[in-house]
């Protein structure tokens, strides 16, 4: 609450001080991500990638437990030595698999990894699209409202739609292919009331 009350009176001296009045606008990023044609493709993409890794790593635990099963049944008829040689593979085995295990979930991992590579040019194909929507139409701030620092917006000050068009359109035009709803590009959300 606190956070609101200082971006509103923030936002209030800047409107004071420069004398003229501010034209602020919203957006809702959590509509946007489950809307943008772009987004979709990439969580599909995501998705495939993170199938192959479980697939992968099922097929490793797999041969893993096999191998267990196979030091454990031969023990009794292997001498110490062969046993030992078998049960250090296995242990070699089980550290390799828990390391791989590991370079996909940990924080740093593939799946990490593969999620930023994705979504880095979507978010900054959402910054221009709010850019130029910015500039096109004179909003002096566009504010979001799913990190829930909006507590009222008149839905006249909305962008979010206008955003998605101008994002969709984009996907459109270079021929990408999706399924998925969108804002239609000739809506206007973004007008101050009155204008």
Do not use: C
């Amino acid at each position: 609450m606190r956070r609101v009350g200082f971006i509103t009176l923030l936002l209030a001296g800047l409107a004071g001080t420069a004398g003229a009045e501010l034209k602020i606008g919203f957006v809702n990023t959590e509509v946007i991500l489950q809307e943008y044609k772009a987004v979709q493709t990439a969580m599909e993409t995501f998705n495939r990638d993170v199938l192959a890794w479980e697939g992968d790593l099922q097929q490793r635990k797999q041969e893993l437990d096999d191998l267990e099963r196979e030091v454990r049944h031969q023990s009794l008829m292997l001498s110490d030595q062969r046993r030992q040689d078998r049960e250090s593979e296995y242990q070699r085995k089980l550290a390799e698999f828990e390391k791989f295990k590991e370079s996909i979930w940990a924080s740093d991992g593939l799946i990490e990894q593969r999620n930023e590579e994705l979504l880095r040019p979507i978010i900054s194909r959402v910054q221009a699209a709010l850019e130029q929507i910015a500039a096109e139409e004179g909003y002096d701030f566009i504010l979001d409202a799913a990190d829930n620092n909006i507590l009222y917006g008149d839905p006249a000050y909305d962008l979010t739609e206008r955003v998605l068009g101008v994002l969709n359109a984009e996907v459109a035009t270079s021929g990408t292919t999706t399924t998925g709803t969108g804002g239609t590009e000739g809506e206007d959300h973004g007008t101050t009331p009155g204008e």
